[in-house]
């Protein structure tokens, strides 16, 4: 990655390089958190950006923002993304990046002990079978092109174990992992990467609000990451960004995490 300055939360600031003119990206659950941190980013890079969430006021001000293009998308639904990528290639004549960001986290999602069947299937459906579908749908544009960038949001949890479980959201993101890597073995040659990005966890709207309703429990997480602090939105799409780019050019396959350390550390003090 180019070096950029960074700001006192140690997110980095608008970049100084643009590595992606003439690019066509489209960003899954652009209209917020990493999704719209990377819509801005892949944007300021000199990208053309498609911007697909159910959310349509957040999704089209995110498309408005960067002067992009806005498709309402539920990412489950096989020919809402199919139209998607086709949207991308008929309004800018290409489908070079695709990041696969759109998930979900509900309450209902907890031990398997108590986790039920349609909350399973829910996070299933939105975490992992959005991305076979978002994958199927773009590799065909990427390699008839013999070129492009596939980045699926995995997470650090696909790495290792939780004592305090979301059963359901840990095997979505160990499956979007598995699927990542064997597309990009599969691709190579045809010149299409495809990687998984591995957050740790990122200060968003949703987070901060669940610790702040519980400090001692943001203490206990916090413990664990050597940083000690969570990522900002803006580092994970620096990420992306990197991983979209000819930077990332020999890089295909990977478990690329940005976790703060947290997948290598035993225990870090307070």
């Not at 003119?21 to 990493?34: D, H």
């Not at 489950?76 to 960001?101: C, H, K, M, P």
């Not at 400090?215 to 994970?236: D, I, N, S």
Request: hydrophobic share 45%; with cysteine.
């Amino acid at each position: 990655m180019t070096d950029n300055p960074t700001s006192a939360a140690g997110a980095p600031e608008t970049p100084t390089s643009r590595r992606l003119p003439g690019r066509v990206a489209v960003v899954t659950g652009g209209g917020s958190g990493i999704g719209l941190a990377t819509v801005r980013r892949l944007a300021s890079e000199g990208a053309s950006v498609v911007v697909a969430d159910v959310d349509d006021a957040a999704g089209k001000a995110a498309a408005e923002e960067v002067g992009g293009l806005f498709v309402r998308t539920d990412v489950t639904d096989a020919d809402e993304v199919e139209a998607l990528f086709a949207a991308a290639q008929r309004t800018y004549g290409s489908v070079d990046i695709a990041f696969n960001n759109a998930g979900i986290s509900p309450p209902d999602d907890d031990s398997i002990l108590t986790t039920g069947i349609d909350a399973w299937r829910r996070v299933q459906e939105v975490n992992l079978t959005s991305v076979y579908l978002c994958c199927k749908a773009a590799l065909p544009y990427m390699r008839s092109q013999g070129r492009g960038s596939i980045i699926n949001t995995a997470s650090f949890v696909a790495v290792l174990g939780s004592a305090t479980s979301q059963i359901s959201y840990t095997a979505s993101k160990g499956g979007v992992l598995a699927l990542s890597r064997e597309l990009g073995v599969q691709f190579a040659r045809e010149g299409v990467r495809v990687n998984a990005l591995c957050p740790g966890p990122v200060n968003t709207p949703l987070l901060r609000e669940l610790f702040a309703a519980d400090p001692e429990r943001a203490a206990r997480r916090l413990v664990h990451v050597p940083m000690g602090r969570f990522a900002e939105a803006e580092e994970l799409a620096a990420a992306v960004a990197f991983l979209a780019s000819d930077d990332a050019s020999f890089i295909t396959a990977s478990t690329f995490l940005v976790d703060g350390g947290i997948s290598s550390a035993y225990v870090t003090p307070l």
